[in-house]
């Protein structure tokens, strides 16, 4: 009987002999080292405080773009703008927050004065504008008239279309 391959004999082994041989093998296994493989490397050697070469200085020559300036300066600009907006919204919602007979007045006579403003100045204007323009049209042809109009209109759920064609 061969201690390297038992299976390698044509007899099966005693019931003392395959408990024997198990207890080999398992042995075996127990007592040997499994192989170690490295999966990273971690170098220990301790490190220079600089490199072999001199330290070389290194201008920083960076150029900011026309248009980037611009741009930046416009949305400080508007960042300005809308914190003034806000604070003045803020203010009116104050104002409407303490409703008395005051802010009431506070918030609307303004208004109406300007409305008043706008319809005075409104009918100045349209009264000057009557005054001065007279409409008199005088036609030295004859005049031919055809109601030849076609009309076209497609109507969708939320959108709508419409062709109009005069024929002359």
Same mark, same amino acid.
């Given at each position: 009987?061969? !201690? ?9 082994l005693?019931e003392?002999e ?9 042995e075996? @296994? ?7 493989t490295? /999966?990273?490397y971690v170098?220990?050697t ?7 070469a001199e ?5 920083d +020559?960076?150029i ?5 300036? %611009?741009?930046?300066v416009?949305?400080? %600009?508007v960042?300005?703008?809308? /914190? ?7 203010l009116?919602?104050?104002?409407f927050?303490?409703?008395? @007979? ?5 918030? !609307? @006579?303004?208004?109406?004065? @300007? ?11 349209r ?8 409409t +008199?049209?005088?036609y030295?042809g004859p005049?031919?008239q055809? +109601? ?7 109507g969708g759920?939320?959108? %709508?279309?419409?062709? !109009?064609?005069v024929? +002359?």
């Amino acid at each position: 009987m061969s !201690t390297e391959n038992p299976a390698a004999d044509s007899r099966p082994l005693s019931e003392s002999e395959a408990e024997a041989e198990a207890r080999r093998i398992i042995e075996g @296994l127990w007592k040997s080292e499994p192989a170690t493989t490295t /999966t990273s490397y971690v170098d220990r050697t301790p490190v220079p405080p600089y490199g072999s070469a001199e330290p070389v200085r290194q201008e920083d +020559h960076r150029i900011v773009p026309a248009w980037a300036a %611009g741009v930046a300066v416009a949305s400080i %600009g508007v960042g300005a703008g809308i /914190t003034g907006v806000g604070c003045g919204v803020w203010l009116v919602c104050q104002g409407f927050a303490a409703v008395t @007979l005051t802010s009431v007045l506070f918030v !609307t @006579l303004p208004i109406a004065a @300007l409305a008043a403003a706008v319809v005075a100045i409104g009918s100045v204007v349209r009264s000057v504008k009557a005054a001065t323009v007279t409409t +008199h049209h005088h036609y030295s042809g004859p005049v031919h008239q055809e +109601h030849n109009t076609q009309v076209t209109s497609h109507g969708g759920k939320w959108f %709508g279309r419409s062709n !109009t064609t005069v024929n +002359h």
